[in-house]
């Protein structure tokens, strides 16, 4: 059974940082896409960062340069480093992965940025 446990969201000022944790159990992690999403209240949930199983990596124009996704095979555990931080970064953040042709979210963390 895929399960994906997001954790180190919370509420920070403008220009803080905060490192997001995702661990996955249940799949080939090393050799499995993973990605963080994020979702503001009343908008789209949106890709913020992915990782491929080569370890290539890409992100959204939006957090180029602030965010950085990156993975600990030997942890199972993807995570996302997001520095500079700005109030438009405030959303739920979740976990992917795509497995056997199936989505998975975790259940997604807060990010709270004031001003």
């Known amino acids: 059974q895929v399960q994906l446990v997001e954790s180190g969201g919370g509420l920070v000022q403008a220009g803080g940082s905060l490192r997001l944790s995702c661990a996955a159990s249940?799949?080939?992690?090393?050799?499995?896409?993973m990605a963080w999403y994020r979702q503001a209240p009343g908008k789209k949930r949106e890709l913020v960062a992915e990782i491929f199983s080569t370890g290539g990596i890409s992100s959204a124009d939006s957090v180029k340069g602030r965010f950085f996704i990156s993975r600990d095979s030997a942890e199972n555990t993807v995570y996302l480093q997001m520095n500079a931080l700005k109030p438009e970064d405030t959303a739920t953040y979740y976990c992917?992965?795509?497995?056997?042709?199936?989505?998975?979210w975790g259940q997604g963390t807060q990010v709270t940025v004031s001003s």
């Open positions: 249940g799949i080939p992690f090393r050799l499995n896409y």
């Open positions: 992917y992965t795509l497995a056997d042709s199936r989505d998975y």
